[in-house]
């Protein structure tokens, strides 16, 4: 648990501050089910760049600019800032100025992927604070990974925050739901002095190629985009699947799969889909 953060955080202060955080990214969710891929990315991104503290969503001349950290390009794609201020008046109605925009935002993700069926873990430290720094978009440009990063460096950027490999496998599985815009694949697609070790399965790689052409210009690869796994809208362990398959699109998602200190993490997370027992495709009949 971080620095000042407890599990009872808002007991007295703002005992409705669960709810109403719940009640809004489950209405939004409803509407567009793309919203807790976009919720739980938009939380990566504000943690990676001077901590969890709502840096990502201040806009210092109300407006996004160059000095805001969406200015960085590496946010590129990233939603539902609004989604997060809207919730956030609705628990100022009730608590005003209790309850830290970091909070709600980590709060978010965290029922963005228990609606889109993955855990909801039972300790959620809150306590944050937000951030009295100006935004600085150079700073989340270096902060944020590239999409291209390879297995080593990442390794080493969730290792600075205490992380063990198995739980940097485990954090990618985030994976398992959203989209990559081609503009992001580009890269590893067309890259003429790509290596050949990209565990990518050959069939997949020329659906990636057909969705994804090397000649659509900027504004096409920022418009079309790839399922991250097959059940992109369901948080479960079909993205692990998936890179065992070679089916992986981002680089780091491909290396997982095959590196020594990771593979085994893959294997065992994507036989594991936490004992939830079967679904049978139909009612009528047992396999
Ligand atoms: C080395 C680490 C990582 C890299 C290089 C990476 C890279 C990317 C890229 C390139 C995209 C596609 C964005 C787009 O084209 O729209 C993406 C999407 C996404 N990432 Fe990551 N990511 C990393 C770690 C994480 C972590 C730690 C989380 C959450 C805990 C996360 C959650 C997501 C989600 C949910 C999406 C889908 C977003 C949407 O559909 O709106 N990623 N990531
Ligand atoms: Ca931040
Ligand atoms: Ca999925």
Redesign the pocket.
């Given at each position: 648990v971080g620095v000042g953060l407890s599990d009872n955080f808002y007991e007295e202060s703002c005992p409705e501050v669960e709810s109403i955080v719940r009640a809004g990214v489950q209405s939004a969710s409803l509407t567009d089910p793309?919203t807790p891929?976009?919720l739980?990315?938009l939380?990566?991104h504000d943690c990676q760049v001077q901590g969890c503290d709502a840096s990502i969503l201040v806009n210092p001349d109300g407006v996004i600019t160059k000095s805001s950290e969406m200015g960085s390009t590496k946010n590129?794609?990233i939603?539902k800032r609004e989604l997060i201020s809207l919730v956030k008046s609705a628990v100022e109605a009730v608590c005003p100025r209790r309850v830290s925009c970091a909070d709600i935002l980590v709060m978010a993700a965290h029922e963005a992927v228990a609606f889109s069926g993955g855990p909801r873990i039972i300790r959620l430290p809150l306590g944050r604070r937000d951030s009295i720094n100006p935004p600085n978009a150079g700073l989340a440009d270096a902060s944020l990974?590239?999409?291209d990063?390879g297995l080593d460096s990442?390794l080493q950027?969730f290792a600075k925050k205490g992380m063990t490999i198995e739980e940097s496998v485990a954090?990618?599985g985030?994976?398992t739901?959203?989209?990559?815009?081609c503009?992001?694949l580009q890269s590893r697609l067309y890259s003429t002095q790509k290596s050949n070790a990209t565990n990518q399965n050959p069939a997949f790689e020329l659906s990636l190629k057909t969705r994804c052409p090397q000649l659509a210009g900027p504004t096409a690869s920022k418009i079309s985009?790839m399922q991250?796994d097959l059940t992109s809208v369901i948080f479960d362990n079909e993205y692990f699947v998936n890179l065992m398959r070679g089916r992986g699109l981002?680089n780091?998602d491909s290396d997982m799969a095959v590196d020594s200190r990771t593979r085994q993490f893959v294997e065992k997370f994507a036989e594991d889909q936490g004992n939830r027992g079967v679904v049978r495709r139909s009612c009528g009949a047992l396999d």
């Open positions: 793309t891929a976009a739980l990315r939380m990566f590129f794609g939603r990974p590239h999409a990063i990442t950027l954090i990618l985030a994976h739901l959203g989209v990559t815009h503009i992001n985009f991250n981002l780091i």
